[in-house]
């Protein structure tokens, strides 16, 4: 295998590419800086951890939430489209899938688990909770077109 030689980058420069242009805000960084809010949500923890308000991103968002035992979003909808990851713990997505009339009809339920992953169409009503008892659920959240009202 062939290894090219590249020079290393001088202090300015590494300096430069860690920071976003814009806001001065570190493009590598330790996800415990990040801060995190519950939105007056008792159990559950959302952080952005690359979003449009704060990174000027325009394709993509990508959160990581936690929800406690017992703990639930609201049946919603957006108009994008979302992709998750469950890191950990084990609940359950309520997913309507026809739903792009006013009324979305009755909803699938599907487990989730750590490792398993799905997707939320446009539109598509939904809701994800924590159905165990005793352990978080944490899940990785990929959307798309943001910024989004929920």
């Not at 699938?108 to 659920?137: C, G, M, R, Y």
Request: proline residues 8%; aromatic residues 8%.
């Amino acid at each position: 295998m062939l290894l090219l030689e590249l020079p290393l980058p001088t202090t300015t420069a590494i300096k430069s590419c860690f920071l976003l242009q814009r806001k001065n805000i570190p493009r590598v960084r330790n996800l415990s800086d990040i801060p995190q809010d519950s939105y007056g949500r008792e159990g559950f923890m959302h952080m952005t951890v690359a979003g449009a308000a704060l990174h000027g991103m325009k394709e993509v968002e990508i959160w990581i939430q936690t929800f406690a035992p017992g703990s639930r979003t609201p049946i919603h909808r957006h108009s994008c489209e979302e992709v998750f990851l469950v890191m950990k713990g084990r609940g359950t997505l309520l997913l309507a899938a026809d739903s792009q009339k006013k009324y979305p009809g009755e909803p699938e339920e599907f487990a989730v688990f750590t490792n398993s992953t799905f997707t939320i169409p446009v539109n598509a009503a939904h809701q994800v909770w924590n159905s165990s008892p005793d352990e978080d659920l944490q899940v990785l959240v990929i959307i798309s077109r943001p910024p989004i009202k929920v």
